[in-house]
């Protein structure tokens, strides 16, 4: 994990920007913070890091945000997500090792998904409610990421958009299903797959208190963003965090 003082203070400000990302969307650190954190510290380390100090924010928000929550869609949500889970903790087990293939993967599917909807935004069309089927093939897909890297959310979030629309409402619902489904992994992590070094629950410790101070911040900032320019501005900062993982995917197989 990071070494030296200008390492140190990159990973710093990595972690405090995305947690701000965090607290105005209600997801997007993961997302966000590991294709870029990946480039100096490694994929896995990177999202072992993220996902533990999402938690302490996903904490705060679900606290202060409990009574906007949609408990029918959070149900049926995690309900989806759970059973699918454990066969991206299985792909995660044999790509582990392989830091190449997991920036690549990373990469194309954040790039894919949040490249999709900019170019929605560009043609300033109607948006079109997706199938059914699509709905539900990308929560499935979303469930295996979530499970192998804890980055589902561009695909889950394609489900979720669509069954609430009030971007407090989806704030709220979603960090109460990524708040489930991180503890479960960070679990699984630990004590399955012994990930938590000491080097990297240092970092985590370091990292601690920017969540608190990024939160302050992103909430304020959250009521002051439209539903359409929140939304918007997640996917362009994910899409270029995107090319950053592919980037350093395709440089690592070099």
């Excluded at 192998?148 to 619902?173: C, E, H």
């Excluded at 592919?246 to 440089?251: P, Q």
Aim: charged share 15%.
């Amino acid at each position: 994990p990071c070494q030296g003082e200008g390492g140190m203070i990159l990973f710093f400000i990595v972690v405090f920007i995305v947690n701000v990302i965090e607290a105005i969307a209600g997801f997007g650190s993961i997302s966000i913070g590991v294709p870029i954190l990946s480039i100096f510290m490694g994929a896995e380390d990177s999202i072992a890091i993220l996902t533990v100090t999402s938690l302490l924010m996903l904490l705060i928000m679900f606290v202060t945000q409990f009574k906007k929550i949609n408990w029918k869609e959070f149900l049926i949500i995690l309900a989806c997500i759970l059973p699918i889970m454990p066969f991206g903790y299985m792909l995660f087990a044999k790509l582990r090792y392989s830091e190449w293939a997991l920036r690549l993967i990373i990469g194309v599917l954040v790039t894919l998904v949040s490249g999709r909807e900019i170019i929605r935004m560009l043609r300033k069309k109607e948006e079109k409610p997706m199938s059914k089927v699509g709905m539900y093939i990308a929560l499935g897909v979303g469930s295996v990421i979530q499970g192998m890297l804890t980055m589902g959310a561009p695909l889950i979030n394609i489900y979720a958009l669509n069954r609430l629309r009030d971007k407090s409402t989806f704030r709220a619902t979603m960090v109460t299903v990524w708040l489930a489904t991180n503890v479960i992994t960070t679990v699984y992590r630990a004590l399955v797959m012994d990930v938590y070094t000491k080097p990297i629950l240092r970092n985590i410790a370091y990292a601690l208190p920017l969540v608190v101070v990024a939160f302050v911040i992103g909430n304020y900032l959250h009521h002051k963003i439209s539903n359409e320019k929140f939304s918007n501005f997640v996917y362009i900062i994910q899409f270029t965090a995107g090319l950053i993982s592919i980037a350093g995917g395709i440089g690592a197989l070099i």
